[in-house]
């Protein structure tokens, strides 16, 4: 098993452009979930899905938009990039939110 | 909405030495309390968990313990070693589906 994975791994984007940060599992998990990572602020929650079709708002979701067609994929979608979005991204997914989650590798995004 | 503070924000110890991380939680619907290491430039990776109807969990050289009237939850590392260096996140998971994570605790282990 792959587990959870993630692409691409590094990205730069001028501000104002638009791109999506791929994830998939193959653990047949229902929880996914995407967070972002800086300095002294901890993972932030930015939007989760608990099965195929259901999304949900986290603590910082402007900006950012997802979607679940299928179990295994997760994509997150910046609208119109920003510095402020310069971060490393995670994708995590585990089969309920009380249960262990399981990160990908990360992906480092910079904004200019 | 839900909060999870943790502190200390950095901690060093000597090696051999114990070491404890506390946080606290806002949600007292939380029910599912994880611990999670994030070495440098790597993922976090879960080491030891504890659900609402546990007060202590052991794994060796590591335990969580939960208050739940008091709504804190702590790491101890016992006997701590140079590996035992990294980041330390402690989350809190509650009926209304969010996972939330702790700012996170930078620990040193000196040899």
């Known amino acids: 098993n792959a587990g959870v994975t993630q692409t691409p791994k590094f990205q730069v984007l001028k501000t104002g452009q638009s791109m999506t940060l791929q994830c998939a599992q193959d653990?047949?998990?229902?929880?996914m979930s995407w967070y972002r990572q800086d300095p002294g602020m901890g993972l932030r929650l930015i939007h989760y899905?608990?099965?195929?079709?259901?999304?949900d708002q986290g603590e910082v979701p402007n900006g950012y938009n997802v979607s679940r067609s299928t179990t295994e994929d997760f994509p997150l979608r910046l609208l119109s990039a920003a510095p402020s979005q310069t971060s490393v991204y995670f994708c995590?997914?585990?089969?309920?939110?009380?249960?262990?989650?399981?990160f990908g590798p990360g992906t480092r995004l910079t904004v200019l | 909405g839900e909060n999870v503070e943790q502190h200390p924000s950095t901690l060093s110890v000597q090696e051999g030495d114990s070491a404890v991380i506390k946080c606290t939680y806002s949600d007292s619907a939380s029910n599912y309390f994880p611990w999670y290491k994030q070495e440098l430039g790597k993922r976090p990776q879960l080491i030891i968990d504890?659900?609402?109807?546990?007060g202590e969990k052991k794994d060796q050289r590591i335990a969580v313990t939960l208050n739940k009237t008091a709504k804190h939850f702590s790491l101890h590392i016992t006997e701590t070693q140079p590996e035992d260096s990294a980041v330390y996140f402690c989350a809190a998971s509650s009926g209304t589906y969010k996972y939330i994570f702790g700012t996170g605790t930078r620990l040193k282990v000196l040899a």
């Open positions: 653990m047949n998990h229902e929880y």
């Open positions: 899905s608990v099965g195929a079709g259901i999304t």
């Open positions: 995590a997914s585990s089969w309920t939110p009380n249960n262990e989650q399981f």
């Open positions: 504890i659900r609402s109807n546990v």
